[in-house]
C-alpha cells in the first residue's frame, strides 16, 4: 500500500477522534455548567445553551476542515494545487467572495442570533406568517416546529434582517383560530353565545381564552371567528378540530348553519 495512502488514513482517524473526543468533552462541561447555572437562574441558562448550540457547531466544522486539509495534504498533487490557488489568491478572492456572499451572511447572522439574542432555543416566534417553536439555530438555518405541526427552516440572515415577534417573552401561548358558517340572517348574539358556549367546554377548554367576534358576510353566508390563547404545551391542531366540531353540533341543532 503507498506510504501516502497509509499517512492520510492514520491522519483522518486521528482527527476524527479528535473531534469526537472534542465534542463529548465540550458537551459534558457545558451540561455540568448548564445545571449549576440553571439552580441560580433558568432564563440566563436557557441564553447560554443557544450561545453554546451554535458556537459548538462553529468549533467542530473548523475542526473537521483543519483536519480535511491535514489529510489532503499529503498528497503532492494537493499541494501543487494549493500553491497554484495561493498565486492566483486576488482572482481567487472574488470568486469566493461572489460564490459565498449568502452562505458567509447566514453564518455570521447566526453568531449575531447566539450572542444577541432576540431569540433562544424553545422559544414561540412568529416570522411573517410562520409561528412555531425554535428548535435548533444551525450555521445556516434556524428550524421552527409550526403550531401546524410542519417544520419550517428559515436562512438566519433573514432573521436579523425581518421583523419576527417573540411570543416567549410576555405571552407563551398559542393562538387557536376557527372559522364557522352562518346562515346570512342568524342572529349573530344567539350564535356568538352558543359557539362560546361550545368552544368552552371541549376537552381542556377552562384553560383557554376566548373571545369570538363576528366575521366576514358574503351573497349568502356570515362567518364568526373563535380566537382562543391556549397553553404553550397544547395541540393546536387538536384543540381547533374539537372546538370546530363542537361548534357546529351547536349551531346545527339551532339551525344557524348555512343550507347546502
Do not use: C
Amino acid at each position: 500500500m503507498d506510504s501516502n495512502l497509509v499517512r492520510a488514513i492514520v491522519t483522518a482517524a486521528i482527527w476524527i477522534g479528535a473531534v469526537v473526543v472534542l465534542r463529548l468533552a465540550l458537551n459534558a462541561a457545558f451540561k455540568r455548567y448548564e445545571r449549576r447555572l440553571a439552580e441560580r437562574d433558568p432564563q440566563v441558562a436557557a441564553r447560554r445553551r443557544t450561545t453554546y448550540r451554535f458556537l459548538l457547531r462553529v468549533v467542530i466544522a473548523l475542526a473537521a476542515l483543519i483536519g480535511l486539509w491535514s489529510v489532503l495534504s499529503v498528497f503532492s498533487a494537493t499541494q501543487e494545487v494549493a500553491r497554484a490557488f495561493l498565486a492566483s489568491s486576488a482572482v481567487l478572492a472574488v470568486i469566493a467572495g461572489l460564490a459565498l456572499t449568502t452562505p458567509l451572511g447566514n453564518l455570521g447572522s447566526g453568531v449575531l442570533l447566539a450572542f444577541t439574542q432576540p431569540i433562544r432555543l424553545g422559544d414561540r416566534i412568529t416570522i411573517d406568517e410562520h409561528t412555531g417553536v425554535v428548535d435548533d439555530i444551525s450555521l445556516s438555518y434556524t428550524a421552527l416546529s409550526t403550531d401546524e405541526g410542519r417544520r419550517i427552516l428559515v436562512p438566519n440572515s433573514k432573521m436579523v434582517s425581518t421583523t419576527l415577534v417573540n411570543r416567549s417573552v410576555a405571552d407563551p401561548r398559542r393562538l387557536v383560530t376557527v372559522q364557522l358558517p352562518l346562515r346570512l340572517d342568524a342572529p349573530l348574539g344567539e350564535a356568538r353565545r352558543l359557539t362560546a358556549e361550545a368552544a368552552g367546554g371541549v376537552p381542556g377548554g377552562d384553560a383557554l381564552d376566548l373571545d369570538v367576534q363576528v366575521g366576514e358576510l358574503t351573497e349568502r353566508t356570515a362567518w364568526i371567528s373563535v380566537v382562543a390563547l391556549a397553553p404553550f404545551a397544547a395541540d393546536v391542531s387538536q384543540v381547533a378540530s374539537d372546538i370546530r366540531e363542537s361548534a357546529l353540533a351547536a349551531l346545527a341543532e339551532a339551525g344557524l348553519l348555512p343550507a347546502e
